[in-house]
RNA sequence: GGCGAGGUAGCUCAGCUGGUUAGAGCGUACGAUUCAUAAUCGUAAGGUCGGGGGUUCAAGCCCCCCCCUCGCUACCA
């Protein structure tokens, strides 16, 4: 694929059921958003959107338990997303829902389309009702007896007990999760969408990136794990897929169509459509309806989808058969999915209050949204899973973004208010000293080159999703410029050698006028301190880094002599052990499990002694053997 | 159970189609320095690359067996 004209991104859409946790920044979010401000600062043309999920069974259940509507659940939740991201500096073209008219006109046109061009099959099946709650039951509302473990709390699709994959009809002594009542089997009729008469062009579009004859993307640059998951599905070979489902709570199926009465659109033929329905807003807000066709139909347009590992399948298989089966839409040339982030050796669980909520760290941690961001970026799950915890918040903040990038950036304010009266100094491009990489040479042939490779590299990195290499490449930048503070010792010079402290004290605010626009996608907050202690007007993400880019390469100056600059102050602050231990023990009180848990009270410490006087001994098992009249467990 | 991804230094991770003494950041130790938020700079120590077997002149990388983690397993979203 040549260079494309302009990118659609998409981040998942978040379920409105719950509150955002830390996970879904780093599996979606803020690759995302960073992805999306370096783009902006190449000078391409990007649209950015998401929105809220507000349909399905999980929120009708939950709105009843609370004796609220569903409207007033989603309300609330698309509230506080909207919030919570704005606030995190996730900067979306368009936030919308799928709730909105709009969104239910764009997801049942696109229904009536496929169905009018032959591409559904109806089918009937047998499927678990709760006559009480007058609905059928998804599988994941059934619980019963697992036939194969005699768990009696498994759930109709899974035993979490024994790991085995189950068919609600298999569970012995079903009940309904949501009356408790014991369901019975109802015929219903769904539209099916024939998954497996697209196998052939699938596999050729993935395996290969090329679609309909043309080369259409480099499945090289996709992830591995994204791959994989995808082969192991047409390997294991489709089957057709339900795309209706009986639910109360969603997008009709469109009244013109026979048997409709009652029937939804299925999750995945609603939310991904929420993508093509925030286009279409954006494009309304923009003034220029039509707008949205250029992004979703010319073929000069890149779609990329982030998502979480756990939407890889509909993401790369179901949805693209679904814009294929349609027949105008563009398919996503890369689904760059992020795996789990855990929380302090757990998985993050709703369910168990075990997560970092982004609105209360909002409120515990004010205006230290990056700090959040980069320890995110820096612990991104991009190949495998990877970790959060509160102890590593505070070192990558103290470490690295204190002792790194905010001490750097603080020498050189410093140093230039206290010589040159906050003016910077012009210099003498003959004068030699030692560069931040220990060259002795000069200021164009060196280390504005070396600052243009590193820029170099962190832009490879982020055109690769490589966002944890990208930070790397930035901070790299600020360690060049304290070590050629360090090589050089203006502090010393100013008596004894003022061309010296000129020369590499404009050098270093040049470094800090190249974080300033290289921080920008990751940390967009500290990049305004950044223009703010600059005395230079904050970035519009228009083309800058491109900019700084031709200006390095050439030799020219980020910042003019003579330009006043602002006094110093600090980009970071430290965070100490009190702040984290709290976090921490927020954490363990509020997680309900724990709660429960009465430990005995614990026995006295001994002395080593009495210790060594205990026999502790090992020993290996060689053999085990079934006793007979014992109960399997 | 099946399939997929992952397992590399105390921690977090790089290691392209197999090619010399396996790298980085943080932490640790020592030295230098004092403009700076006790920050910075340099040097060093630290690894049977999950385990076992095999192919090869050569294996972190390829093949086989096993162990561990996570995901998917088709009506959760």
Redesign the pocket.
């Known amino acids: 694929m040549n260079t494309p004209k302009r990118y659609l991104v998409t981040a998942a ?1 978040p ?1 409105a ?1 719950g509150p955002l946790h830390i996970g879904h920044l780093a599996g979606a979010y803020l690759s995302s958003d960073i992805y999306c401000r370096f783009l902006r600062m190449q000078g391409k043309e990007v649209v950015f959107v998401c929105g809220s ?1 507000e ?5 009708t259940i939950k709105a009843k338990k609370e004796g609220i509507t569903p409207k007033e659940i989603v309300d609330k939740y698309h509230a506080l997303f909207v919030d919570t991201f704005d606030k995190m500096g996730i900067k979306f073209d368009i936030y919308h829902r799928t709730s909105e008219p709009l969104h239910h006109e764009t997801a049942q046109e696109f229904f009536k389309f496929l169905y009018d061009n032959q591409q559904f099959t109806e089918q009937e ?1 047998e ?1 678990y009702f709760d006559v009480q709650a007058n609905q ?6 059934i619980m019963g007896t697992c036939p194969k473990c005699s768990n009696p709390n498994a759930y ?3 035993c979490e007990n024994c ?6 009809t298999e569970l012995i002594d079903p009940r309904s999760t949501l009356s408790g009542e014991k369901p019975i089997l109802k015929t ?1 009729k ?1 539209w099916y969408l024939p ?2 008469q697209h196998e052939v062009w699938l596999k050729e579009w993935l395996e290969n990136g090329n679609l309909e004859g043309k080369h259409h993307h480099d499945p090289e640059e996709w992830k ?2 994204v ?3 995808c ?3 047409l ?5 057709p ?2 795309m209706t ?3 109360e709570w969603g997008v009709d199926v469109p009244k013109s169509i026979p048997n409709s009465e009652g029937k939804k659109l ?3 033929l609603d ?1 991904p459509i929420g993508y093509i329905s925030a286009t279409k807003q954006w494009a309304i807000n923009q003034g220029n309806p039509d707008l949205w066709k250029k992004y979703w139909q010319d073929e000069e347009t890149s779609l990329i989808h982030f998502i979480g ?6 993401h790369c298989l179901i949805f693209p058969i679904i814009l294929k089966a349609h027949g105008d839409y563009n398919l996503p040339i890369n689904v760059p999915a992020n ?2 982030l ?1 929380l302090e050796g757990q ?1 993050i669980s709703t369910s168990r209050n075990w997560a970092v909520w982004v609105h209360e760290y909002l409120q515990d941690f004010e205006g230290m949204q990056d700090v959040l961001r980069y320890n995110m970026i ?2 991104m ?7 959060f ?1 509160w102890k ?1 918040f505070q ?2 903040n ?3 973004l ?3 990038i ?7 304010i ?2 230039i208010n ?1 010589y040159y009266g906050g003016k910077v100094p012009d210099f003498d491009p003959n004068v030699e000293f030692t560069s931040g990489s ?1 060259n002795t040479e000069s200021y164009y042939d060196v280390e504005l080159i070396d600052l243009y490779d590193k820029v170099q590299e962190m832009s490879d990195a982020l055109y690769h999703f490589d966002f ?2 990208g930070l ?1 490449s930035l ?2 930048i ?2 060049i410029g ?2 050629l ?3 050089n ?4 010079t100013i008596k004894t050698d003022p061309d010296l402290t000129a020369i590499v004290l404009n050098l270093a605010l040049q470094i800090v006028a190249v974080l300033r626009v290289c921080s920008r996608p990751f940390m967009p907050f500290t990049s305004d301190k950044l223009s703010n202690l600059l005395n230079l007007p904050n970035l519009e993400e228009k083309g800058e880094l491109q900019e700084i880019m031709e200006l390095l390469a050439n030799g020219g100056c980020l910042i003019e002599p003579n330009h006043q600059i602002n006094e ?1 102050n ?5 965070i100490p052990d009190e702040v984290i231990e709290q976090q921490i023990a927020k954490l363990h009180t509020n997680n309900p499990v724990e709660k429960n848990i009465n430990f005995e009270p614990l026995k006295p410490t001994i002395s080593f002694d009495d210790f060594a006087k205990l026999d502790l001994r090992t020993g290996k098992i060689i053999e085990a053997k079934k006793v007979s009249g014992a109960k399997n467990y």
Not at 235 to 239: E, F, V, Y
Not at 309 to 314: G, L, Q, R, S
Not at 381 to 387: A, G, N, T, V
Not at 489 to 492: D, F, I
């Open positions: 859409l379920y059921n999920d349909h399905g069974a999980a929120i099946s499927q059928f039951l998804a599988d994941r509302y109709g699709d899974q790991g085995s994959t189950l068919n609600p219903t769904h998954l497996n591995a794990h791959l994989g998951q082969k192991s599905w390997d294991g070979g489709l089957q897929r339900a489902r009986d639910l299925y999750v995945w939310a590992k756990d939407n890889i399948v509909f795996q789990f855990n998985k820096k612990n799950p991009e190949q495998r899973d990877s970790e915890t590593n070192e990558t103290n470490n690295e204190v002792n790194n905010a001490n750097f950036v603080n020498r050189v410093v140093l206290k220990n944890r290499g790397k901070m790299e600020s360690s304290n070590s503070l360090q090589n010792e203006p502090w010393k110093a600090h980009l970071f602050v430290r």
